[in-house]
């Protein structure tokens, strides 16, 4: 519709501009014309041929620009239409001295061509430049805008929620991992699992009412340095009892992924194709990692198996075997690693005095 649009609006003024050029031929021309009409149709006529090829002409070149502006970048899209409206308005305040000139009638043409081409060259000076610098020139303009604009092209995707599970919360980790900000997105609390805390929390066994305040004591603090970023979600599923279940629903509905430190739930929602961030496995992950050899000076807190043997621990409960230990019990001791063993229980580490390190102490 648009293409015959404008190949029509292309012929009609095309007709008309024919039709109406009779009337500034000369009179002595005129004149000698039997039939005005007949030379106004043929002009017509003429005229809208003309018309037709402009028009084909223009609807190609629109039909190509389009095309060129829907696979351009969003990025470049934006940053040439701020700089060609930079560079008009430099153009403007450059050459608005011109017009105050003095210059003869005869030479008065020369306002306007100056005008037309300074605006040209500082309209492609200024699409040029800003194609050149076009992200730094977007987030000058709108630092927020930029991102988003990343985001809406795919080249960027947004950080996904976190739903935070009941044992994250009462864990506490949850707390200082958001101050070092590798927690990013939403996150989101379901009101189910402030229920269970609750529940918790008024229990008449003293060891889980203290553990359900704790939760809710972190809540509370995390509220209050994140208002922004803990939303308090009150969907709930009544045909659903457990309230793992409720959260691998939740997580799911929402695209979520789930904050967890409880083995079981990991198990259940990577099953479901639920995304799981499991707080155990990001402590086993930046856990030091020993090589035979290395240095570590730990505390023999007791006998170990073998009767030569001491037993200490590292800060992440690592259970290090001190061969030759057993007289060091009670000590500060610097050992040197001999190996390392990974089992169920979790890892263990085998090490033996580090004799010159005593003697030079």
């Known amino acids: 519709m648009l293409d015959a649009l404008i190949v029509?609006?292309?012929?009609?003024?095309?007709?008309?501009?024919?039709?109406?050029?009779?009337?500034?031929?000369p009179d002595a021309a005129l004149e000698q014309v039997t039939n005005i009409e007949g030379l106004e149709s043929v002009a017509g006529g003429f005229g809208a041929l003309i018309g037709v090829g402009m028009g084909l002409v223009v609807q190609t070149s629109y039909r190509r620009l389009e095309r060129q502006i829907k696979d351009m970048a969003p990025d470049r899209l934006l940053s040439r239409a701020a700089g060609l409206v930079i560079g008009l308005l430099i153009a403007n305040l450059m050459l608005a001295p011109l017009f105050l000139l003095p210059i003869p009638e005869k030479f008065g043409f020369i306002k306007p061509v100056t005008a037309v081409m300074g605006s040209l060259l500082f309209a492609v000076s200024g699409m040029t430049l800003a194609e050149?610098?076009?992200?730094?020139?977007?987030?000058?303009i709108n630092p927020n805008s930029y991102e988003s604009m990343l985001i809406t092209e795919g080249t960027l995707k947004p950080a996904k929620s976190k739903v935070l599970d009941t044992s994250c919360i009462i864990d506490g980790r949850i707390e200082d991992l958001l101050k070092t900000g590798f927690i990013e997105g939403q996150l989101v609390l379901p009101q189910f699992v402030l229920?269970?805390?609750?529940?918790?929390?008024?229990?008449?066994?003293?060891?889980?009412?203290?553990?359900?305040r704790r939760g809710?004591?972190?809540?509370?603090?995390?509220?209050?340095q994140y208002p922004d970023r803990v939303v308090i979600d009150p969907a709930d599923y009544e045909d659903t009892n457990a309230v793992d279940a409720k959260l691998v629903k939740l997580a799911q509905e929402m695209n979520a992924q789930l904050l967890t430190n409880d083995y079981n739930l990991n198990k259940v929602a990577s099953v479901q194709r639920v995304s799981v961030l499991?707080?155990?496995?990001?402590?086993k992950a930046i856990r030091p990692n020993y090589?035979?050899?290395?240095?570590?000076?730990?505390?023999?807190?007791?006998?170990?198996?073998?009767p030569s043997q001491g037993v200490g621990y590292l800060n992440d409960g690592t259970m290090v075997v001190v061969e030759e230990g057993n007289n060091f019990i009670g000590d500060d001791l610097v050992v040197v690693v001999t190996g390392a063993l990974q089992t169920s229980a979790g890892r263990m580490i085998f090490a033996r005095p580090n004799r010159s390190a005593m003697a030079s102490s």
Do not use: M
């Open 291 to 306: 090589l035979p050899g290395d240095d570590i000076e730990i505390k023999v807190l007791k006998e170990g198996k073998e």
């Open 278 to 283: 499991n707080i155990n496995d990001l402590a």
């Open 195 to 212: 229920q269970e805390l609750q529940g918790v929390a008024d229990s008449s066994i003293d060891q889980k009412r203290a553990r359900g």
């Open 8 to 25: 029509f609006s292309f012929v009609l003024t095309g007709a008309g501009i024919g039709f109406f050029s009779v009337d500034f031929l």
């Open 132 to 140: 050149t610098n076009g992200r730094a020139l977007l987030r000058l």
């Open 216 to 224: 809710l004591d972190i809540i509370n603090r995390i509220r209050e």
